[in-house]
């Protein structure tokens, strides 16, 4: 019976100069040239120095070009995805060099184009008989394909859907790698886990969820396996949250009758040099216990629903604040104080109306095409 191997890790970003001893032979071994290997490259490769940022909020990332082609190669690394929220945070030139950078350097990419029809391209491989398409989508952050311009594949439920069933006619799998859901967060929200298991009633015979920078839970839905969150790779930037350690890499087996196996290989990175390894046994059955816990929670409707509420009570404030005209304080110093004081400015009124400018579906899709264009625009 004709069976290919793949590997599947999480979000890798190397802003510095790394060496290759820091990763350990377990981790070598599983990455084999037998094997097919796929990680999310979540940064820009730019080309020099001088690409101007994008305007948005958090962090803009980018990969130091010679030591992520080492370690790519090191690890025999032969899809990237690159739908996600970073890829275009140093603009379209940004993305245009990492492509260059994939095409040069020999590895396939999936999730960005030049325009948004190009972004939602497929990537389609076969091994022997079997064959194979992958479809990369990020949740719509700063990066989404808009016209002409370059960027990743938007997630959009009903052209993902018409994706995968145009897809499923032809291959005998087509994979879901989705970046979205919440940070820090270890479960998917109930909206996730309805948006997923809907993909997979539309033909998707695995997802893969990441961006939360965190391990999460897994179900098998109508005979389908869905990952809610595999967490990092290896990010070559500091954290103080103890999740940013730690991730999964995917152990799949296919076979010519349409069957996965799948088995999550738990990966530990060291904050104090970035060295990287596969978990000892221990480790393996201690991060084990934890991964079926979340699993089990998954499966729960009632206590998925419990858990999110106590995350949105937890950034209850934070997001209030974010709707504060306070934000447009230029003064920093003064911002902070303001929000320390919980004064942030909100009327009843004022608060009704974006709650109906972000639910109302029409005056979202207006708010949403007015407020990108105004930011293009900025100079």
């Not at 010679?66 to 996600?84: G, P, Q, R, W």
């Amino acid at each position: 019976m004709e069976s290919i191997k793949i590997r599947i890790g999480g979000d890798i970003v190397i802003n510095n100069c790394f060496d290759l001893k820091l990763i350990d032979k377990s981790l070598l071994n599983l990455f084999k040239k037998d094997t097919y290997n796929i990680l999310n490259l979540e940064c820009p490769i730019l080309k020099d120095s001088n690409n101007k940022k994008i305007v948005k909020t958090g962090p803009h990332l980018k990969g130091h070009g010679e030591s992520t082609k080492n370690i790519l190669d090191h690890l025999n690394i032969d899809l990237l995805t690159l739908a996600n929220n970073h890829i275009k945070d140093y603009g379209q030139k940004g993305i245009s060099d990492t492509v260059k950078f994939c095409e040069d350097n020999g590895y396939e990419y999936v999730g960005v184009g030049r325009g948004l029809k190009d972004s939602m391209s497929t990537f389609k491989f076969s091994y022997g008989k079997l064959k194979i398409s992958i479809i990369n989508v990020a949740e719509n952050e700063w990066s989404s394909a808009l016209s002409n311009d370059w960027g990743s594949h938007p997630f959009d439920i009903i052209e993902n859907s018409r994706i995968i069933k145009n897809e499923k006619k032809g291959s005998d799998y087509v994979f879901l790698i989705f970046h979205g859901g919440h940070e820090y967060y270890d479960l998917p929200s109930p909206n996730l886990k309805k948006n997923m298991r809907y993909l997979v009633e539309q033909g998707a015979d695995l997802v893969v969820c990441h961006h939360s920078h965190c391990v999460s839970g897994y179900e098998l839905y109508k005979e389908k396996y869905i990952f809610y969150g595999i967490g990092n790779f290896l990010f070559t930037k500091a954290s103080k949250n103890e999740e940013w350690y730690k991730g999964v890499v995917l152990d799949l087996e296919l076979n010519s009758e349409k069957i996965i196996k799948a088995k999550p290989i738990f990966c530990l990175v060291n904050p104090d040099d970035y060295s990287i390894k596969v978990a000892d046994d221990n480790n393996q059955k201690y991060f084990l216990r934890n991964f079926n816990i979340l699993s089990s929670i998954i499966k729960n409707d009632k206590e998925l629903n419990n858990r999110w509420n106590d995350f949105v009570e937890k950034k209850y404030i934070e997001y209030l604040s974010n709707w504060s005209p306070i934000n447009h304080v230029r003064i920093e110093l003064l911002r902070k104080i303001l929000f320390k004081l919980r004064f942030f400015f909100l009327s009843k009124k004022a608060i009704a109306l974006h709650l109906n400018l972000l639910r109302c579906e029409s005056h979202n899709d207006i708010s949403n095409h007015v407020l990108t264009k105004w930011i293009k625009n900025l100079k």
